[in-house]
């Protein structure tokens, strides 16, 4: 069982992309964990003109021009919500991997940076996210390393590729490849904000309807994504606050009440499970520490959190 303490570490998100910073969150000692950007076995098709974000406060909808993407950052504390077109990192899966080794191999020399567990996220088709986990399983050093695998199933900005999270067929596709893989590594699904009982339901009957000898293939669940469809006013009502693939700028909304909706979610996939008369102890493959831990950023305000620490 993968234990995370301090319980608290990154979300997968831009400020996870470079070695710059993941050797930041590595060497952070607020993060009990650390998560990379959403990779894929060949890398993301990102465009700056396209892929961007901002910042803005949530009660007036006012941002400014410096906090927006491509190389923004939160320029006033009433900031404390954001928006973003982004995919995933242009960086593929195996240069992290390589990224992580020299990570690791720099902490065995130096005491005063302890190891920490590595979440590798990915997407793909459920064909490609197998792959993933064969190639991490791999490269792990077991004597040392701590990996594992969080399958992102829940970007709402993927044109034409809607949440495969959001549909029970959608998820069971992936859960029966990652069932029949044997890859001995705890894997998780990033999921979206679920907004009804339905969904919710989905989910559960998803994760029990792969369990194989009583045991699902999924260790953990993260939670949650940004919420899709959303959008942010530019200077006028009729523009944009940033740009996106279909042109509308409309992206994914996270901010101030994510962690509440982030508990609440876990509430409800504890009690439908025990509802089924079961638990996340007795129904996941290698559970990891059930904690909860959040994840609400990224190397830049992980410095900062360690300076008021």
Not at 2 to 7: K, L, Q, R, T
Not at 114 to 129: D, L, N, Q, R, W
Not at 146 to 153: A, F, H
Not at 171 to 200: C, D, H, N, V, W
């Amino acid at each position: 069982m993968a234990f995370i303490d301090p319980p608290l570490l990154n979300s997968a998100n831009v400020w996870a992309t470079t070695e710059e910073d993941l050797d930041a969150l590595y060497r952070c000692p607020a993060t009990g964990a650390v998560t990379i950007r959403t990779s894929l076995l060949n890398g993301f098709a990102h465009d700056d003109t396209i892929h961007e974000y901002c910042f803005f406060d949530p009660d007036s909808m006012s941002f400014d021009d410096e906090s927006s993407r491509p190389h923004g950052a939160r320029t006033s504390v009433h900031e404390t919500s954001s928006l973003n077109t982004l995919g995933y990192s242009p960086i593929p899966l195996e240069k992290y991997i390589e990224i992580i080794q020299r990570i690791e191999s720099r902490a065995v020399h130096d005491s005063a940076h302890k190891h920490k567990p590595v979440i590798f996220s990915v997407t793909g088709s459920a064909t490609e996210v197998v792959q993933c986990g064969e190639l991490l399983r791999s490269k792990v050093n077991k004597g040392f390393s701590t990996w594992m695998m969080e399958v992102n199933l829940s970007c709402p900005n993927i044109v034409n590729k809607p949440p495969p999270a959001y549909s029970k067929e959608g998820m069971r596709s992936y859960l029966t490849a990652l069932q029949g893989a044997g890859l001995e590594i705890p894997i998780g699904i990033k999921t979206p904000p679920y907004t009804y009982q339905g969904q919710f339901n989905n989910l559960i009957d998803a994760l029990l309807e792969s369990a194989s000898n009583g045991k699902c293939p999924i260790s953990f669940i993260t939670a949650t994504n940004t919420l899709g469809s959303c959008f942010v006013p530019g200077v006028s009502p009729e523009e944009k606050a940033i740009n996106s693939a279909n042109g509308l700028g409309i992206g994914g909304l996270a901010g101030m009440l994510k962690p509440y909706e982030f508990m609440k979610s876990l509430d409800i996939v504890d009690s439908l499970l025990k509802a089924k008369g079961q638990s996340s102890d007795s129904s996941f493959a290698n559970p990891v520490d059930k904690r909860s831990c959040f994840a609400p950023f990224g190397a830049r305000q992980c410095a900062n959190h360690s300076k008021n620490a």
